[in-house]
C-alpha cells in the first residue's frame, strides 16, 4: 500500500464517522455539511495527518468493510426484495462483533482452554471470570432494552427472578423484605436500646459491605464505623447464646469546684431577682426532669460572663497564662444561663395608670429617699421593705380581700364596700401581710429626719391606702364577672341549650393612616378613624359519643364560642353615649341574623365617660323594646382593671392590617387613609376569624334630638349619681312596649315608663329601682330606703386617658398637645391632597392571598349590607357595608389531639451527668435547701412577721371602718397632689415654648428643670400631675387664640367673675352648719335667732341676711347629698 494511500489519523477527537465510516467525522468527510478543508483552516483541532499505526489502519480497515458490506447487503435486500440472511452468533469473535465492544475488553477474557475445560474457573480467581460476569450482565441489559424499551428494568427483576427460583428457594425479593423489616425496627427503636442493638448486627452481619454502603448513602440509616465494631461484637455475643446490656455511661469531665461557684454567682441576688414568679420545667432526659423557680435576669448574659471572669480573675482561679480549664467556657456559661434562669426584665407598655400613680411613682420616691438620706447600714434592709410592699399589693393583696369569715378590717369585699355606717365597730384583728405596709412606712419614718422627706412620707402612706381600696373594687368586678360566665355554662348544662350571652363592647384607640410608602408629610397631621369593637360570648350545648366497657354512650358538654364584630365609624370622631347606642343597636340587628338562638345579653365596659353617659343607660331600655336580642343588664369593670379578650382582637385586627400592607401589587401604593378603606382591609382575604366588620354612618341630627327627647330625665338622673358599675333593666310593660318606637315624635307621644335596679357595686346591698318616664321628665326612685347601697355623685368617669388628677377637664385633641411639644414644620396643603386621595384606595384591598390567620373560603365577602336601614333604627346608624359569619370555631384546643409522652427506654435509662445537667441539678439542690435565698412571689413572705406588734391605729392607716374601701369623692381618687406651688414655673416653661418653638418642653423635661431649680426637694410634682396641667394650658391657649380677643388678662381677674364667697367668720358658719345638720327643715330666721342667742349678737346685726342666706344655701347642699346618697 502506498503512502499516499495509507489512512491517517486527526487529532480532532471527535470519533469516527457513523455514516460513511471516515476515521475521523470532522475533518474526514463531509457527511455533517462542512467541508474538510474548512473544518481543517478551523482554529480548534489538528491540521496535520497524523499516521497510523498497523494495528489501528487495520481495525479502521474492518471498520470501514463490514459497513460497506452491510451497505451492500441492504441495497441488493431492497432491490430484489427478498429476506435479509442474518449471520449467526457462534463464537466469541461473533459475539464481540455483534455488539460492538472493544478489543481491550476481549483480550481478558480467559482463553478458550480454560473456558471449555475448568469448571473451577471462578474459584481460581482472576480478571477473567469478572469479564464473562460483566459481558453476560451487558449482553442481558442491552437485549432487554431492546425488547422492552419502555421499562426495561421490570423486564430485567424479572428475569433475574427466574434465575434466582432455578438455582434456589430464597430469593432476592424475600432478602429485601427481611433487609427492609430489619431496618425498620433499627429506625423505630430508640437510640442505644437492645432492639436497635439487635437489629444492627444482623444488618451488619447479613449484609455485604457495598449493600451497606449503598443503604447508607440513600439515607435509609446512619452506621458509623464505631458501631459496625460495636455491632459484630454484638452478634458474636447473642452467636454464643448470651443477653445484650446496656453499660452505665458516666460523663465527668468538669470540675465540680468550679461549676458550684459558677451557679452560685449566676444565683447571686445582683444577677437574678430573689423573687421567682411561677416555676419552669427542665427536660434533663426521658427520665429525668428538673423543676426550678421561674428566675428573671437583671443583667445581660454577656454582661454576666464579663462579671464572672472578672470575679474569676480576683479570686486567683485563672493562672496568669489564662488557662481556660480553670474557668467555665462562655458557651456552656451561656448554656446553663438560659437553663437556669427564665430570661431578663420585659419592659412592658401601656400599665394602668392607677397603678403607676399610686404604687410606681410612690416605691420610687420612697426609694429615692432611702438612696439620699437613710443610713448605709438600713439602707439595703428597708430596700428590702418596699420591695415586698410592692409585690405584696400588686401580687398578693387581691387574695386577702377575698378573704370572708374573719375581722381583719382589710379583708373582705362586702365589709370594704357596703355603705359606711360609724355606729359600727370598726374591725381589730390583725393580719401580718396587710400590716406589713404600714409597718414599713413607720420604720421610713424613723429612719428619715427631714420634714420634707417625712411629708412626702406620709402621703405616700395615703396613697398606698388609696390602692387598696382601688384593689378591692377591682376584685369585686372581676368576681361578678367571672359569676355571669359561670352562670351561662351551668343554664347551657341543665337546660340543654343556651339563648344568653355576654358581650364586650370598648373603643380602640383611634386608628391613624398607614401607608406602605409613607413620605414624611404624611407622617405628620393625621386625623384618626372610630374603631369600635363588639365582643359576643356563649355557650353551646354538644352531644360527645364514648365507649365505655363496649357500651356507646352520649355526654354532652357546653362549648365556649366567642365572635368579634369591628365596627368602623365614618363621617364622625366623636365617642359619645349616643355614638356607643348606635354601635350597639347597628351590632345586634346583625347579630339576630349571624346568630337568631341569642335572646339576651350582658352588656360589659369599661368606665369610660361615653360607657357612663346617661343617654346610653336610659336609652337601652328603649332600644330592648325595638331589637330582637334584648339586653338585661349592664356591667362596669372598675377604673384600670386591665386588658381582656377585646383587646387581644384589637392587637390581632392591628396585625392583620399590616400582613395587608406587607402584600404588593404592581405600581400600586398600600394605603390606609379613610375609614372605608379601614373596614375594607379589616375584611380583606377573608378577614379574621369568627369576626365580621360594619361601616357605620350615624345619624347625628337624628341623635341630637333623641338627647333633647330624654333631656329631663339625664338632668334628674344626674342628680342621683355619675357612675353605677351595674344596672339591671326590667322588662317593661304597658302598650308602647309592643309597639317597637323608632321615630322621635313617637317618642314624645309615648306614654313610656320603665325601671331599672342600680348598684353603685355589683352585689353589694340591694340596689335601688328608679321609676323613669320620658314624658314627665321623672326619674325618681321607687323606695327611698336609707339603708340600701349608695351610688357616687360626685365621682368622674374615669377610665379614659383624661383622668381628674390635675382638677378640671378640658376637651384637647392629645394630637395637638404632642404638636405642640414636637413642633412640625411642613405643607399643610400637601397633606390635605393626600388625604383626599386616599378615598379611592378601596380598589386595592381585594386580593387572593390566603393566610391560616384568616377565615377559611367559606366565609362571605365583604360588601354593601342588605340590613335595615337608618330610618327603621331607633338611632337612625346606617351600616353601609358589612361582612358576614359563615363559619364559626369554637376553643382552639377543643380538636387538638393531646400528645402522647414518649415511651421511657426501658430498663438501661441513659441518666445525663454532663456539665449543664449537673448545673441544673445542683441549682435545684441550692435552692431546696436555701443556700440561695429565692422566695415565691406568690407565697407568704418571712418578714410579714415583723408586723405581727404593730399598733393598729387610724395613724397606721390600718384601722378600717366599714366602707373604706368605697370610691373617694372626685379630686381624692390619688391622694394629695403638690402640683399648685409650682404652678407658675409649669406656666412660665410653657408661655416660653410658645413663644419660642425650639424651647418647648415635655412634662418629663419640666420636670427635671423643677428638679433642677429646687434641688433636694421631694415634695415635686409628678409627671402625671405636670402633663394634667400642661392640657390645661395648652386648652386656655387654644381657646384664647380662637375667641382672637385681643386682651390679656390674668388668672385672677378670671377668678374674680367667678362670684364672691362669703364674709362670714369661721365660726358663724361653723354654728350654722351644726344647726342644720341637726335640723334640716330649719328656717333662716330661726336659725339667726338660735345663732345671736348662742354668740350673744346685737339686735339688728349688720349680718343678718348673710346669715340667712348661708342657712337656705347649707339646706340646699344638704339636699343634694341627700338625693345623691340614695343608692
Given at each position: 500500500m502506498d503512502s499516499a494511500e495509507q489512512p491517517h489519523r486527526c487529532k480532532c477527537k471527535v470519533g469516527s464517522c457513523p455514516l460513511c465510516g471516515s476515521a475521523c467525522k470532522r475533518c474526514g468527510c463531509a457527511c455533517d455539511g462542512v467541508e474538510p478543508g474548512v473544518a481543517l483552516a478551523r482554529s480548534s483541532g489538528q491540521r496535520g495527518p497524523k499516521r497510523l499505526s498497523t494495528g489501528s489502519e487495520q481495525r479502521e480497515a474492518a471498520k470501514r468493510a463490514t459497513i460497506e458490506i452491510a451497505k451492500a447487503t441492504d441495497l441488493e435486500e431492497r432491490t430484489i426484495g427478498t429476506e435479509p440472511t442474518v449471520k449467526q452468533v457462534e463464537t466469541v469473535h461473533d459475539l464481540w462483533q455483534a455488539f460492538g465492544w472493544s478489543q481491550a475488553t476481549k483480550k481478558k477474557l480467559p482463553n478458550e482452554d480454560l473456558r471449555k475445560g475448568d469448571v473451577l474457573l471462578k474459584e481460581s480467581g482472576g480478571s477473567g471470570w469478572s469479564t464473562m460476569v460483566q459481558s453476560v450482565l451487558a449482553a442481558v441489559v442491552r437485549c432487554a432494552e431492546i425488547l422492552y424499551p419502555a421499562n426495561s428494568d421490570s423486564l430485567l427483576e424479572e428475569v433475574a427472578a427466574r434465575l434466582s427460583q432455578s438455582s434456589s428457594s430464597f430469593t432476592t425479593k424475600d432478602e429485601n423484605r427481611v433487609t427492609e423489616n430489619t431496618i425498620m425496627i433499627m429506625n423505630a427503636s430508640q437510640k442505644r436500646s437492645i432492639q436497635a442493638r439487635v437489629a444492627r448486627a444482623i444488618l451488619v452481619k447479613g449484609l455485604p459491605g457495598h449493600r451497606i454502603q449503598s443503604l447508607k448513602r440513600d439515607g435509609v440509616f446512619t452506621l458509623g464505623g464505631s458501631s459496625v465494631d460495636q455491632a459484630r461484637k454484638d452478634f458474636k455475643v447473642m452467636e454464643a447464646g448470651m443477653s445484650l446490656c446496656i453499660p452505665p455511661i458516666t460523663r465527668c469531665r468538669f470540675d465540680e469546684q468550679i461549676l458550684h461557684e459558677a451557679v452560685m454567682f449566676i444565683l447571686s441576688k445582683d444577677n437574678v431577682t430573689p423573687i421567682s414568679w411561677g416555676t419552669k420545667q427542665i427536660k434533663l432526659s426521658d427520665a429525668e426532669t428538673v423543676t426550678l423557680p421561674s428566675l428573671t435576669r437583671r443583667n445581660s448574659p454577656r454582661h454576666m460572663y464579663e462579671n464572672y471572669m472578672a470575679l474569676c480573675s480576683e479570686r486567683g482561679t485563672n493562672s496568669a497564662a489564662g488557662d481556660s480549664h480553670l474557668s467555665i467556657s462562655r458557651g456552656k456559661f451561656y448554656e446553663i444561663l438560659r437553663n437556669i434562669t427564665a430570661g431578663g426584665e420585659k419592659i412592658l407598655c401601656a400599665v394602668d395608670y392607677v397603678t403607676g400613680v399610686l404604687v410606681n411613682d410612690q416605691v420610687t420616691l420612697l426609694q429615692r429617699i432611702v438612696d439620699d438620706i437613710v443610713d448605709a447600714e438600713k439602707k439595703p434592709v428597708l430596700t428590702n421593705y418596699i420591695t415586698i410592699l410592692r409585690i405584696f399589693l400588686k401580687q398578693q393583696y387581691d387574695s386577702h380581700a377575698l378573704t370572708e369569715g374573719d375581722e381583719v378590717g382589710t379583708h373582705g369585699i362586702d365589709y370594704g364596700l357596703c355603705k359606711p355606717d360609724l355606729s359600727v365597730p370598726a374591725r381589730t384583728e390583725r393580719c401580718n401581710g396587710c400590716n406589713f405596709v404600714n409597718f414599713c412606712i413607720s420604720e421610713l419614718q424613723e429612719s428619715v429626719a427631714a420634714a420634707d422627706a417625712l411629708e412626702v412620707i406620709k402621703d405616700a402612706a395615703e396613697k398606698l391606702e388609696l390602692y387598696r381600696g382601688h384593689r378591692v373594687r377591682v376584685t369585686n368586678q372581676q368576681v361578678h364577672l367571672e359569676k355571669i360566665i359561670k352562670d351561662m355554662e351551668k343554664k347551657c348544662l341543665d337546660n340543654k341549650r343556651s339563648s344568653e350571652a355576654l358581650v364586650v363592647a370598648d373603643w380602640k384607640m383611634k386608628f391613624e393612616a398607614m401607608s406602605s410608602r409613607e413620605t414624611s408629610q404624611q407622617h405628620f397631621a393625621k386625623r384618626g378613624i372610630g374603631w369600635h369593637g363588639c365582643l359576643c360570648l356563649y355557650f353551646k350545648y354538644e352531644e360527645h359519643p364514648i365507649d365505655k366497657d363496649g357500651v356507646t354512650s352520649t355526654t354532652g358538654s357546653a362549648v365556649r364560642y366567642t365572635v368579634y364584630c369591628d365596627q368602623i365609624l365614618e363621617g364622625s370622631n366623636k365617642q359619645d353615649g349616643l355614638a356607643v347606642l348606635s354601635m350597639l343597636e347597628a351590632f345586634m340587628k346583625q347579630l339576630s341574623v349571624e346568630l337568631p338562638h341569642i335572646r339576651t345579653v350582658t352588656l360589659q365596659s369599661d368606665n369610660a365617660g361615653c360607657y357612663q353617659a346617661k343617654e346610653l343607660l336610659l336609652l337601652i331600655a328603649i332600644l330592648n323594646t325595638s331589637s330582637q336580642i334584648r339586653i338585661v343588664r349592664f356591667i362596669h369593670t372598675e377604673t384600670q382593671d386591665g386588658k381582656g379578650l377585646i383587646d387581644a382582637h384589637f392587637a390581632k385586627g392591628t396585625a392583620h392590617l399590616m400582613k395587608f400592607m406587607k402584600t404588593s401589587q404592581q405600581n400600586r401604593i398600600r394605603t390606609i387613609a379613610t375609614a372605608k378603606g379601614l373596614a375594607a382591609a379589616l375584611a380583606w382575604g377573608g378577614g379574621i376569624q369568627n369576626s365580621f366588620v360594619q361601616l357605620i354612618t350615624l345619624d347625628r341630627e337624628k341623635l341630637q334630638k333623641l338627647s333633647a327627647a330624654i333631656g329631663k330625665v339625664v338632668k334628674e338622673a344626674k342628680g342621683y349619681f355619675a357612675r353605677c358599675n351595674d344596672t339591671f333593666y326590667m322588662e317593661?310593660?304597658?302598650?308602647?312596649?309592643?309597639?317597637?318606637?323608632?321615630?322621635?315624635?313617637?317618642?314624645?307621644?309615648?306614654?313610656?315608663?320603665?325601671?331599672?335596679?342600680?348598684?353603685?357595686?355589683?352585689?353589694?346591698?340591694?340596689?335601688?329601682?328608679?321609676?323613669?318616664?320620658?314624658?314627665?321628665?321623672?326619674?325618681?326612685?321607687?323606695?327611698?330606703?336609707?339603708?340600701?347601697?349608695?351610688?357616687?355623685?360626685?365621682?368622674?368617669?374615669?377610665?379614659?386617658?383624661?383622668?381628674?388628677?390635675?382638677?378640671?377637664?378640658?376637651?384637647?385633641?392629645?394630637?395637638?398637645?404632642?404638636?405642640?411639644?414636637?413642633?412640625?414644620?411642613?405643607?399643610?396643603?400637601?397633606?390635605?391632597?393626600?388625604?383626599?386621595?386616599?378615598?379611592?384606595?378601596?380598589?386595592?384591598?381585594?386580593?387572593?392571598?390566603?393566610?391560616?390567620?384568616?377565615?377559611?373560603?367559606?366565609?362571605?365577602?365583604?360588601?354593601?349590607?342588605?340590613?335595615?336601614?337608618?330610618?327603621?333604627?331607633?338611632?337612625?346608624?346606617?351600616?353601609?357595608?358589612?361582612?358576614?359569619?359563615?363559619?364559626?370555631?369554637?376553643?382552639?384546643?377543643?380538636?387538638?389531639?393531646?400528645?402522647?409522652?414518649?415511651?421511657?427506654?426501658?430498663?438501661?435509662?441513659?441518666?445525663?451527668?454532663?456539665?449543664?445537667?449537673?448545673?441544673?441539678?445542683?441549682?435545684?439542690?441550692?435552692?431546696?435547701?436555701?443556700?440561695?435565698?429565692?422566695?415565691?412571689?406568690?407565697?407568704?413572705?418571712?418578714?410579714?412577721?415583723?408586723?405581727?406588734?404593730?399598733?393598729?391605729?387610724?395613724?397606721?392607716?390600718?384601722?378600717?371602718?366599714?366602707?373604706?374601701?368605697?370610691?373617694?369623692?372626685?379630686?381624692?381618687?390619688?391622694?394629695?397632689?403638690?402640683?399648685?406651688?409650682?404652678?407658675?414655673?409649669?406656666?412660665?416653661?410653657?408661655?416660653?415654648?410658645?413663644?419660642?418653638?425650639?424651647?418647648?418642653?415635655?412634662?418629663?423635661?419640666?420636670?427635671e428643670e423643677l428638679q433642677s431649680l429646687y434641688p433636694g426637694r421631694y415634695t415635686l410634682p409628678g409627671e402625671n400631675e405636670i402633663r394634667a396641667e400642661f392640657t390645661k394650658l395648652f386648652g386656655r391657649k387654644k381657646a384664647s387664640d380662637e375667641d382672637n380677643a385681643g386682651s390679656d388678662h390674668d388668672e385672677s381677674e378670671n377668678e374674680a367673675t367667678k362670684g364672691r364667697g362669703s364674709n362670714l367668720p369661721k365660726q358663724y358658719v361653723k354654728h350654722l352648719e351644726e344647726l342644720v345638720e341637726r335640723n334640716p327643715t330649719i328656717k333662716p330666721a330661726e336659725a339667726l335667732r338660735n345663732l345671736k342667742a348662742a354668740l350673744c349678737l346685737p339686735h339688728p346685726f349688720e349680718h343678718d341676711k348673710a346669715i340667712k342666706t348661708k342657712v337656705s344655701s347649707l339646706k340646699r347642699k344638704r339636699k343634694v347629698r341627700e338625693k345623691a346618697n340614695i343608692l
Open positions: 317593661c310593660e304597658g302598650e308602647w312596649a309592643t309597639q317597637k318606637l323608632t321615630g322621635i315624635e313617637e317618642l314624645t307621644k309615648a306614654e313610656i315608663v320603665f325601671n331599672i335596679r342600680c348598684f353603685a357595686y355589683s352585689g353589694i346591698g340591694d340596689g335601688v329601682t328608679f321609676c323613669t318616664s320620658l314624658k314627665t321628665g321623672l326619674f325618681r326612685p321607687c323606695s327611698c330606703n336609707a339603708s340600701v347601697n349608695d351610688l357616687e355623685a360626685d365621682s368622674k368617669d374615669d377610665d379614659d386617658e383624661s383622668t381628674d388628677i390635675g382638677g378640671e377637664e378640658l376637651s384637647v385633641d392629645a394630637n395637638e398637645v404632642a404638636d405642640y411639644i414636637f413642633h412640625v414644620e411642613g405643607d399643610d396643603n400637601e397633606v390635605e391632597d393626600q388625604d383626599e386621595g386616599e378615598e379611592n384606595d378601596e380598589d386595592e384591598i381585594y386580593s387572593e392571598d390566603d393566610d391560616n390567620e384568616i377565615a377559611p373560603a367559606g366565609f362571605s365577602g365583604y360588601g354593601e349590607s342588605d340590613l335595615l336601614r337608618g330610618a327603621e333604627l331607633l338611632t337612625g346608624a346606617c351600616i353601609q357595608k358589612r361582612s358576614c359569619l359563615s363559619n364559626i370555631m369554637g376553643p382552639r384546643n377543643q380538636h387538638r389531639s393531646v400528645r402522647n409522652p414518649h415511651a421511657g427506654p426501658g430498663n438501661g435509662q441513659l441518666i445525663r451527668q454532663d456539665m449543664v445537667a449537673a448545673a441544673v441539678q445542683l441549682a435545684s439542690i441550692l435552692i431546696t435547701n436555701h443556700s440561695v435565698n429565692i422566695t415565691n412571689g406568690h407565697s407568704e413572705m418571712e418578714e410579714y412577721n415583723l408586723a405581727a406588734h404593730l399598733e393598729i391605729s387610724e395613724k397606721n392607716h390600718n384601722h378600717k371602718h366599714q366602707g373604706w374601701a368605697r370610691r373617694p369623692q372626685r379630686g381624692a381618687q390619688y391622694g394629695r397632689a403638690y402640683l399648685e406651688p409650682y404652678k407658675k414655673d409649669i406656666k412660665r416653661m410653657f408661655e416660653r415654648g410658645a413663644r419660642v418653638s425650639s424651647d418647648k418642653m415635655s412634662p418629663c423635661a419640666m420636670l
